[in-house]
C-alpha cells in the first residue's frame, strides 16, 4: 500500500485518493465521542455563518464548534472531546465547525473515501483500511493556522508504520505527542482533560466516515 501524509493546509489540489482525516486536537478526536455517545449524524461545515443558518433552520439540532481553541460565542457546546464525553447525544444531530478540521474536510470532500479519525478510534479505522485492500491512501493533517501540528504528524507516522509494515508503535507515538508542543499549547488555554481523551486510545472502538455531507460511524 502506497501511503502519504499530505499537510492539508497548506496543499491546494488533492487527488480523489481515499483519506483519512487527522486533527487529534480536537476534532477528529471530538466527533468519534460524540457518535459513541449516541449522536445520529453530525454535518461539518466551513463557517461559522453556516453553521448558524443550519441551527436557525432546525432548532433541535446541537451546534458546536470553536475558532483558535474557544467555543463559539452562541454556540450549544464548543470543540471539546472532554465535554462531549460528558453529553448524552442520544439521537441527536450536530452541526459542527473548527478552526482546523472542519476547514480541511472542504478541500478533500471529493476523495473517493474519507475517515475520520485520531488515536481514540485508530485501532478500529485501522482495520477498516485494511479490509478494503486499497492501493493508495492519503493521510491529510489539518494542521494549525500558523503551521503544522506535532500531534497530527505523530499520529499519521504511527498509522503509516502500522499500515506499511504492521508495526504497532502507536503507544511510543502516543507518548511522543503527549510531550509535545500541541499539548502544551492545548493545555495552555485550559484543554489538559481533552488531551487525556484525545491520547486515550481505542475508547470509540469504531471508524468514522464522512460521506453525503454527514460523518457518521461507517
Known sequence: MDVNIIDGRSTKEFSKNSKILVDVYRSTSTMPIMLKN????????GTIAEAKEL???NSDYILAGERYGFKVPGFDIGNSPYESSKIDFNGKIVIFTS???????????NSEIIF????VN???????????????????TSGRPDGVADEDIFFAQSFRELLINSRDIVSEFIGKTREGKGTKRLSMIGGGNDVEIALSRGIADFPVIYRNGKIEKY
Open 38 to 45: 449516541g449522536a445520529s449524524y453530525i454535518i461539518p461545515v
Open 55 to 57: 441551527k436557525k433552520n
Open 99 to 109: 478552526t482546523n478540521g472542519t476547514k480541511v474536510l472542504q478541500k478533500i470532500k
Open 116 to 119: 475520520i479519525s485520531s488515536f
Open 122 to 140: 485508530i485501532d478500529s479505522t485501522y482495520k477498516a483500511v485494511r479490509n478494503l485492500n486499497l492501493e493508495k491512501i492519503d493521510i491529510i
